[in-house]
């Protein structure tokens, strides 16, 4: 599996994003999928992640109730909408996959290459 991660970019505090991921590969479909981010100086974090057939989510606490993840398996694609967005969700944002039945925090295998979110007070 390929990931392409966009969508990032500056805003403003209290702004929204939506951030994307396209993936390559006929068994996508069968893949949990996660987002991930890295701040500066910091180690990389889990953000969220929703089940292969997008019934089922899983959000870190300190984004849930702000992001919503989702996935289009027709299209191969993964979304991360952040809405009231604070200067410490600033970080590279990574989206990431894995052969799972579950909707899992660690052990990914496949990584998209990031892309910049900044948020500005």
């Known amino acids: 599996v390929q990931l392409q991660a966009s969508g990032g970019g500056l805003v403003q505090a209290g702004g929204y994003l939506r951030l994307s991921c396209a993936a390559s590969g006929r068994t996508f479909g069968r893949y949990a999928m996660g987002w991930f981010r890295q701040a500066p100086g910091k180690e990389r974090e889990f953000v969220a992640a929703?089940?292969?057939?997008?019934?089922?989510?899983d959000y870190a606490d300190s984004v849930k109730g702000r992001f919503t993840i989702s996935r289009d398996n027709a299209k191969n694609m993964v979304v991360l909408q952040m809405n009231s967005l604070k200067p410490e969700d600033t970080a590279v944002y990574y989206c990431?996959?894995?052969?799972?039945?579950?909707?899992?925090?660690?052990?990914?295998?496949?990584w998209g290459q990031g892309t910049l979110v900044t948020v500005s007070s």
């Open positions: 929703a089940r292969w057939s997008g019934d089922s989510t």
């Open positions: 990431a996959a894995r052969p799972s039945m579950v909707v899992p925090r660690l052990g990914y295998d496949y």
